[in-house]
């Protein structure tokens, strides 16, 4: 049996045989990690007042020049006044890979995902959101490391690239422990400001 | 608004991909695994403490009803 999930994880575990009956109980932990962590992101969206058109889990984006698939934990479209914005959230579980080797290839995937700009329209554009959420405490020096490279890369490929936005885990964590979902929604407009004005009140 | 739990409940993808565990052709090991995942996810927001108890139980009450739905359907 195929499904997304079973694509995704092939896709993170490139070196293993991804079936139903090689999957264990640490993997199986490591997908529920991910789930939970993307439904914590899509409340806290909902929270600020984000009214998606449309959330897809676990999608991939077919790389136009590799033909390979580049996997989201959630694909959320807004529709705005005068574009439609699209809002990826990758979690990245640097016990499996690097988060500052997954913010580097960045450029070079979403190059990939848009292919030829003669040929068609970008998918991904300079006004579009990637989050990327780290499910785990971070070290004070990773964290350092990785908050520089969003940096490196964003203004590197600032036309080009959608806006990087860093959720650690503390962040997620404290803002889902919230009390107050008013006071919560709040606290993510804020932090949605760090890369754009925020439209979703608007 | 919705919490982590009500859109784990309501997700389609999450239902479909615990359905299909349950209808898998090694229906036993299909139905391990999904035990496996419901049971780190219920972990996982136990430890989020963000939930009273038996809400989370309920939770997981009803995604392993979602799993033994996909095996009474090669069952039947």
């Known amino acids: 049996m195929q499904n997304f999930w079973m694509d995704f994880m092939t896709f993170m575990f490139p070196d293993r045989e991804v079936t139903i009956d090689k999957l264990d109980e640490r993997l199986c932990g490591y997908m529920a990690n991910r789930i939970y962590t993307s439904l914590g992101f899509e409340q806290l969206l909902l929270d600020a007042g984000y009214k998606p058109e449309r959330i897809r889990y676990m999608t991939s984006f077919q790389g136009q020049q590799s033909r390979t698939p580049h996997y989201f934990d959630l694909a959320a479209t807004f529709e705005q006044e005068y574009f439609d914005n699209l809002l990826l959230a990758r979690v990245v579980d640097y016990t499996v890979s690097s988060p500052q080797d997954f913010v580097n290839s960045l450029p070079s995937v979403v190059r990939d995902i848009n292919g030829d700009p003669i040929a068609r329209p970008a998918l991904l554009r300079d006004h579009d959101i990637i989050a990327i959420i780290s499910p785990n405490t971070m070290a004070t020096g990773r964290l350092t490391r990785l908050r520089q490279t969003i940096r490196t890369v964003q203004v590197s490929n600032d036309v080009t690239l959608p806006r990087l936005l860093l959720f650690t885990n503390e962040e997620l964590t404290n803002l889902l422990k919230c009390e107050d979902v008013k006071e919560r929604g709040e606290k993510v407009v804020e932090k949605f400001r760090e890369v754009r004005p925020y439209r979703g009140g608007e | ?76």
């Not at chain 2, 695994?33 to 009803?62: P, Q, T, Y």
């Open chain 2, 1 to 76: 608004m919705p919490d982590i739990l009500e859109l784990l409940l309501s997700n389609p993808q999450i239902q479909q991909f615990l359905t299909s565990l349950g209808t898998t052709a090694a229906k036993e090991t299909g139905e391990k695994v999904g035990k496996w995942i419901v049971n780190s996810i219920a972990v996982k927001i136990r430890e989020s403490k963000l939930f009273k108890e038996d809400k989370v139980a309920k939770a997981e009450k009803e995604l392993n009803e979602v799993l033994s739905k996909g095996k009474k359907q090669v069952l039947l």
